[in-house]
C-alpha cells in the first residue's frame, strides 16, 4: 500500500485525508472495547492511548508519524500478546527498535 502521504507536510490536502480515512479504518478493527487505540500521531508516537475520534483529531492537528510505516499496533503483523494488559510496555519496545535505521 502507498504510504507516501504520510511524508506530506500538507494536513489538508485531499491525499492526506485520505490517507488518514485508510488508516483509521484499519485502526479501528484494532479498537479496544472501550473504541480506543494507541495514537500514531508526532506528539503520542504509539505510547499513548485515546478514543478513535480523539486519534482522528490528532493526526489532523499534529500529523502522523512519518517513520509508522508498519501499523503494527493497528492490526498489521500484530503481536498475539501486544493487546494483553500488562504487556503494553514490552510489546512496544520491540516494534519501535525494528522501525529504527539500521
Ligand atoms: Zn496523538
Not at 88 to 97: C, K, R, T
Amino acid at each position: 500500500m502507498d504510504r507516501s502521504w504520510m511524508q506530506l507536510q500538507d494536513r489538508l490536502s485531499q491525499e492526506y485525508v485520505d490517507g488518514i480515512n485508510s488508516f483509521m479504518k484499519v485502526a479501528k478493527k484494532c479498537a479496544d472495547a472501550t473504541n480506543c487505540i494507541r495514537c500514531p500521531c508526532i506528539r503520542c508516537l504509539n505510547v499513548l492511548i485515546y478514543p478513535l475520534d480523539v486519534v482522528d483529531h490528532h493526526l489532523y492537528q499534529f500529523g502522523i508519524s512519518p517513520t509508522y510505516c508498519t501499523w503494527v499496533y493497528h492490526g498489521e503483523n500484530c503481536q498475539p500478546n501486544s493487546r494483553g494488559g500488562g504487556k503494553h510496555f514490552y510489546s512496544l519496545i520491540e516494534p519501535v527498535n525494528y522501525l529504527l535505521p539500521k
